[in-house]
């Protein structure tokens, strides 16, 4: 079952400059895929295009059966919430209670609902005693929680994080991690955007994308396995991994000491 | 940068704060239109007594509203003084010769000098500055020994006079009220209570709650646009740049090196909201539901009916009396 379905999609910022190019994709109902790339690799660019921020030059995106135009696209979002990078550039309320709000007010929700739903929300990310603060007394973490509230609140089956946790310290980042797997588990489709292979690993399937194209799209372990591809992308390889691939260079068959570094590659 | 206060809302518990923010800005309206109604000085004093009334039911210190009247102490000063210089109608109250001699000038360059080296240490400075003009004005024309250079007359009228402080309490009450507005209100309930009010503007493609929305995200942002450009100036100033000091035309350098960042930031920032906005399904124009309701209590439309009383009251002073 294919929650979103990309086919033949290109996008240009400049003339004849392709931030995408005849991109492919199928993402099913329910996984965590992560989309993995350099800078300038065009995942941020794939993002705003299926939230419909952007225009696509060629191409058709699929949300739930339903093609992405102009017409369909405020019914589209309905489904996708995104979680961007910057803490502070997202955070359009006075107040958390107020940002929480925000996605459901557009929505035109009853008010005695919205009160409900932002009292659970807050407290499932653990930001019930923040509600009255103003964004310029919490911590880059603790916006980025109040951004997911306010999906979360505005009940979309897909939920993007585009480098999420790019600008937040180690505790932050693996607070957001911690959030992402639980909503995997409870059934959400998760896309999650970033350079890092390491929040990559987390994730059911990578899809690798250089200079605007598809490198490879795989399960996790057989991504991981693929050396050529990796070494080809441009990415910054985790250290457990490059040790391993050394070893197969070196030709060493220590099996345990393998087994190890795997287990590291794969955050376990 | 932790503890920036938007506004000057002071938080209280008394009457005022109970209001409804809508009833608070009408009750503003109305009495202000009343205060220019009035024509007669002794009127507005009774006025004025009315406006200490509600301070003292709001439980608002004095000194509070005399911080907020500092800023239009000099022009309250000047309009005083051009009103009992220009209007020379009515009965005469002060006839007196003005005379500059070269002792008296010297005198006068001295204790400008004494005041411009002890203002600093003096605490309440306006009353110092007026106290050194009232004595330079009476020195000149009862001390006046030497060989004159110059002198003229000086007459006080009482129209000039009455009018001077008519003026002078009006600005007084309509800034004592809006202060008592902004002490009492917090700015996200002035908001809303606007765009409440601003409603029947929609009739002329005037979208109300556009503006609060807007509003709203400009106080949002205000502490983090401060707190980035605090940043900015520590990065310059890390560069050599000076901010405390130099010329005007290297203050200006500064203030460009400050504000071409800002400007550029700020850009990237409205781009990247606007995104996270549309993308939380925000549709200009679209009708939204609302968290925050503000409830109109009865003592909203007594105080309301009060203020429209005191409004025709004025009125019919005016007209009959």
């Given at each position: 079952?294919?929650i979103i ?22 993402i099913k109902r329910g996984e965590w895929i992560s989309i993995l790339g ?5 995942k941020s660019?794939l993002a705003?295009?299926i939230i ?27 489904k996708i919430g995104i979680v961007f990078q910057n803490p502070d550039n997202q955070f359009v309320g006075?107040t958390v209670e107020d940002d929480i709000a925000f996605g459901m ?11 409900n739903k932002i009292e659970e929300y807050s407290k499932k990310v653990n930001m019930f005693e923040y509600l009255k603060k103003e964004p310029h007394n919490l911590s880059g973490g603790q916006k980025q929680r109040v951004a997911i509230a306010g999906i979360l609140a505005m009940n979309t089956d897909i939920i993007i994080f585009d480098e999420s946790t790019s600008m937040l310290d180690p505790k932050g980042r693996e607070s957001i991690m911690e959030y992402i797997r639980d909503l995997n588990k409870e059934g959400k489709t998760i896309i999650t955007i970033t350079h890092d292979m390491k929040e990559a690993v987390n994730s059911d399937r990578i899809v690798i994308l ?8 795989g399960e996790t372990n057989t991504i991981l ?10 990415l910054e390889l985790l250290l457990p991994l ?17 087994n190890i570094l795997w287990q590291l590659s794969l955050n376990k | ?271 990247d909201?606007?995104?996270a906005?549309?993308a939380r ?41």
């Open positions: 079952m294919n379905e990309i086919k033949d999609l290109s996008f240009a910022y400049r003339e004849e400059f392709f931030a995408l190019n005849d991109v492919n994709l199928t350099h800078n300038g690799s065009g660019t705003k295009l419909g921020l952007l225009k696509a030059e060629k191409g058709e995106i699929y949300v739930d059966g339903v093609l992405l135009n102009e017409e369909t696209v405020h019914e589209i979002r309905r006075v007010e557009n929505l035109n929700f009853d008010r005695e609902d919205m009160l250089k200079d605007g194209k598809v490198l490879a799209v396995n693929d050396k050529e591809t990796l070494n080809s992308s441009n490059k040790l391993l691939y050394k070893l197969d260079e070196a030709n060493i068959k220590n099996e345990k000491v393998k | 940068m932790k503890n920036i206060i938007v506004g000057q809302y002071v938080p209280g518990k008394s009457f005022l704060y109970k209001m409804d923010p809508r009833s608070k800005i009408l009750a503003l309206g109305i009495l202000m239109v009343s205060a220019f109604v009035f024509k007669d000085i002794t009127h507005i004093i009774y006025m004025l007594f009315g406006v200490l009334l509600i301070l003292k039911i709001g439980g608002i210190p004095i000194m509070r509203i005399a911080r907020g009247l500092r800023p239009i102490m000099i022009l309250l000063l000047f309009t005083f003084s051009f009103q009992v210089m220009f209007i020379k109608t009515g009965d005469v109250v002060l006839e007196t010769v003005l005379t500059l001699t070269y002792i008296n000038l010297g005198l006068m360059v001295l204790i400008i000098l004494g005041w411009y080296f002890t203002r600093t240490y003096i605490k309440s400075r306006f009353l110092f500055l007026i106290f050194v003009i009232l004595g330079i004005l009476t020195m000149l024309s009862l001390f006046t020994p030497g060989i004159t250079i110059s002198s003229s007359n000086f007459v006080v009228y009482e129209d000039g006079l009455l009018g001077a402080s008519f003026i002078m309490v009006r600005l007084i009450i309509i800034v004592t009220l809006s202060t008592i507005l902004t002490l009492t209100t917090k700015p996200t309930d002035l908001n809303l209570g606007l765009e409440k009010i601003l409603r029947p503007l929609n009739i002329v493609k005037i979208n109300s709650e556009e503006i609060a929305l807007i509003i709203s995200i400009a106080l949002r942002y205000i502490p983090t646009l401060l707190d980035e450009a605090n940043k900015i100036m520590l990065a310059q100033a890390s560069r050599g740049v000076d901010f405390s000091e130099g010329k005007i035309k290297d203050k200006v350098m500064q203030i460009i090196s400050l504000l071409v960042p800002m400007f550029i930031i700020s850009f990237k920032r409205s781009d909201l606007a995104n906005m549309e399904s925000f549709i200009p124009g679209n009708p939204r539901s609302r968290i925050h309701i503000l409830a109109w209590e009865n003592r909203d439309t007594i105080v309301i009916i009060f203020c429209i009383v005191v409004l025709i009251s004025t009125i019919a002073v005016r007209v009959f009396l």
